[in-house]
């Protein structure tokens, strides 16, 4: 295995082989105060609404709703009423608590399950000939940026006649078939650049597809299961319109539909309500995009296009 | 509610349990048949599973979208054109297009230009401002934009004159001595529409930066020095050196992001549920779909949706035949 080692560490796959030229590093042009401040007012601006968010959520009512967060700065003795009681309040009577199992409930199954699938169609169209190969993976392509608003109506009249709309099955299994094509697109691509050489002397081993691809692809495919992981976790955490048509409020509703209904609709519920019910529905997604910024990176290049 | 953890787990299990299985009898199947129809039936045995997911949940569902656009709002009876010509005549539907094209015109450009700025931009800092100045512009990224709709309620928000401003928008302009305005209920200019899409460059310029700052890397040392050596100044050497070798990157970023603007509907839908002339194709097809229980008009938004995504997915079929062949 020694010899994939380097392989793994090689991020994009052939659709976007552009010569890999080294780098600039040692620019000539240093950053002048131009590009500084540039970049320092961009930043600000993008982190300047979260900062907010986040500072509110912990303000009591009363703070938080008669005044700006800003005027924290000026007023030390408001920081001393800060709490966590809004997340108390939230998780409880807005519904919020449940609504986060049922994320994870809905996303663990939707993430991993297609993930096995999409890879045996994956080998199949980088390591197998056979007539119509070609045909059947720009299907996939094009398949990529197909809308998933198609499959709305019909897939609702399905699920009503079967009975299973609202349920976990339902939306589960909507994701896998709309995450299909970008898995076996990511897939595919990584898999193409994996070194021919290793498959081949796998065969001349005696080693079936079938071994060869739970030995060797699968394993040296594994940053690439990793991108499509990240992609799709965070794809269907932060998902409303599939969750709103499939599931819709109620007991099984996730994070984002309970927000939503329970919280942002809700005339009475107040800013420190709402931005505590914001925050608790990134923190796991920020969380995994932080640690796997990496393998993400790398599933951004590697070409994802999602429809 | 750890029943439901449990629950999702044990799915997780038996899910990847089940589909080893179905492939190792897939497999055993493809090795009992003789020698030669073992190749060559082998190969689609290991794509049958992942075909029958993209045919069951977007191949068949496109089809029958058509049909149901051609009948009434419960798909009892034919109506022919009926919903195509009542939506592309009712002057809301037409405002829901401007809308939309609105959208497609400024974000996808906007989001290129932005992204490129700070790839080139923060290409220059040391590497730690580098890396955190990116990490910050990315991080929207995994926001969903129901959490951005709470992000950015305490830029928009309104209160009336007189009351202390929550809003940082409101907050800022008065005290420059201006009235507070409710940011989105101005449709003067599509004024309204512009901030909405604010939030989604805000989410997506990350996205954007990644791509270019990658592409912008790539850009081989000795091409600038040659233009360099040139007496080209930076600007030239940007535009007509850097630009045209990362353009394929740019094509990407936009048409990514064209697509996403196309079927835009979570911030919209939170924010304003297209009120005050805000209103998108997405949120009205939802709106069709479930406020008025309208199944004819729904599919016909979403076939006029599927046509408008015809140009890109030739575009993108065309465009991996043609990487595909120089690889």
């Known amino acids: 295995m020694t010899s994939t080692q380097?392989?793994?560490?090689?991020?994009?796959?052939?659709?976007?082989t552009r010569k890999r030229q080294p780098s600039r590093e040692g620019?000539?042009?240093?950053?002048?105060?131009?590009?500084?401040?540039?970049?320092?007012?961009?930043?600000?601006?993008?982190?300047?609404?979260?900062?907010?968010?986040?500072?509110?959520?912990?303000?009591?009512?009363?703070?938080?709703?008669?005044?700006?967060?800003w005027t924290l700065f000026w007023t030390p003795s408001a920081w001393s009423r800060m709490s966590f009681d809004n997340y108390e309040t939230a998780i409880d009577q807005g519904g919020l608590g449940q609504a986060f199992v049922n994320s994870?409930?809905?996303?663990?199954?939707?993430?991993?399950?297609?993930?096995?699938?999409?890879a045996f169609a994956a080998?199949?169209?980088?390591?197998?000939?056979?007539?119509?190969?070609?045909?059947?993976?720009?299907?996939?392509?094009?398949?990529?940026?197909?809308?998933?608003?198609?499959?709305?109506?019909?897939?609702?009249?399905?699920?009503?006649?079967?009975?299973?709309?609202g349920t976990f099955p339902a939306v589960w299994l909507a994701h896998i078939g709309f995450g299909m094509s970008l898995a076996i697109y990511i897939l595919r691509n990584y898999m193409a650049t994996l070194p021919r050489s290793v498959i081949e002397s796998a065969k001349i081993d005696?080693?079936?597809?079938?071994?060869?691809?739970?030995?060797?692809?699968?394993?040296?495919?594994?940053?690439?299961?990793?991108?499509?992981?990240?992609?799709q976790f965070l794809w269907v955490w932060n998902d409303?319109?599939?969750?709103?048509?499939?599931?819709?409020?109620?007991?099984?509703?996730?994070?984002?539909?309970?927000?939503?209904?329970?919280?942002?609709?809700?005339?009475?519920?107040?800013?420190?309500?709402?931005?505590?019910?914001?925050?608790?529905?990134?923190?796991?997604?920020?969380?995994?995009?932080?640690?796997?910024?990496?393998?993400?990176?790398?599933?951004?290049?590697?070409?994802?296009?999602?429809? | 509610m750890l029943l439901k953890i449990l629950n999702a787990l044990i799915t997780v299990g038996v899910g990847v349990g089940a589909a080893v299985i179905l492939y190792w009898l897939l497999n055993k199947l493809a090795e009992v048949l003789p020698g030669r129809w073992e190749d060559r039936l082998k190969p689609y045995f290991y794509i049958l599973p992942a075909y029958a997911a993209l045919v069951f949940y977007l191949v068949y569902p496109a089809v029958q979208t058509v049909v149901y656009s051609f009948a009434n709002a419960q798909s009892t009876a034919w109506v022919g054109l009926d919903n195509y010509t009542r939506l592309l005549q009712s002057s809301s539907f037409q405002d829901t297009l401007f809308n939309t094209l609105l959208w497609m015109a400024v974000v996808p450009a906007m989001t290129v230009v932005l992204g490129l700025a700070m790839a080139v931009l923060a290409d220059r800092l040391n590497p730690t401002w580098e890396n955190t100045s990116k990490t910050i512009i990315f991080?929207?990224?995994?926001?969903?934009?129901?959490?951005?709709?709470?992000?950015?309620?305490?830029?928009?928000?309104?209160?009336?004159?007189?009351?202390?401003?929550?809003?940082l928008q409101n907050a800022i302009i008065t005290a420059l001595g201006f009235d507070p305005v409710a940011w989105l209920q101005v449709s003067d200019f599509r004024l309204n529409s512009f901030f909405l899409m604010m939030m989604l460059l805000w989410a997506q310029t990350g996205f954007s930066m990644v791509l270019l700052s990658a592409a912008v890397k790539g850009v081989p040392e000795d091409t600038l020095e040659a233009a360099r050596i040139d007496g080209a100044n930076e600007r030239a050497i940007f535009f007509q050196v850097v630009v045209p070798q990362i353009w394929g990157s740019v094509i990407t970023v936009y048409v990514t992001t064209l697509i996403g603007v196309m079927k835009i509907f979570d911030i919209v839908y939170v924010m304003t549920n297209g009120g005050a002339n805000t209103n998108v194709i997405g949120n009205e097809f939802f709106n069709q779909l479930f406020t008025n229980f309208n199944n004819g008009a729904a599919a016909a938004i979403v076939v006029l949706l599927m046509l408008a995504t015809i140009p890109i997915m030739v575009y993108q079929v065309r465009n991996f035949r043609r990487e595909e062949s120089m690889a």
């Open chain 1, 6 to 16: 380097t392989t793994m560490g090689a991020a994009t796959p052939t659709t976007k």
């Open chain 1, 27 to 69: 620019q000539p042009q240093k950053a002048g105060w131009f590009a500084r401040i540039v970049v320092f007012i961009l930043c600000f601006l993008w982190i300047v609404p979260v900062i907010g968010l986040f500072l509110t959520s912990f303000r009591p009512r009363d703070d938080a709703n008669e005044s700006g967060w």
């Open chain 1, 104 to 118: 994870l409930a809905i996303t663990l199954p939707a993430t991993f399950i297609p993930i096995l699938v999409a």
């Open chain 1, 123 to 165: 080998y199949a169209f980088a390591f197998m000939e056979f007539p119509g190969r070609n045909f059947l993976f720009l299907a996939v392509v094009s398949l990529l940026v197909v809308p998933n608003y198609i499959a709305f109506v019909p897939i609702l009249r399905i699920y009503g006649d079967l009975q299973i709309a």
């Open chain 1, 206 to 231: 005696g080693a079936s597809h079938f071994q060869t691809f739970f030995r060797l692809v699968l394993p040296m495919s594994l940053p690439a299961l990793a991108a499509f992981a990240i992609f």
């Open chain 1, 240 to 307: 409303l319109l599939v969750a709103l048509i499939f599931v819709g409020p109620g007991d099984n509703a996730p994070i984002t539909v309970a927000l939503r209904n329970n919280l942002m609709g809700q005339a009475g519920s107040g800013q420190h309500l709402i931005t505590a019910g914001g925050f608790l529905s990134m923190v796991l997604p920020i969380a995994v995009f932080l640690v796997m910024q990496r393998f993400f990176v790398r599933g951004l290049t590697a070409g994802a296009v999602k429809g």
């Open chain 2, 139 to 167: 991080l929207p990224m995994a926001i969903s934009f129901v959490g951005a709709g709470t992000v950015w309620g305490l830029i928009y928000n309104y209160r009336p004159e007189g009351r202390e401003q929550i809003g």
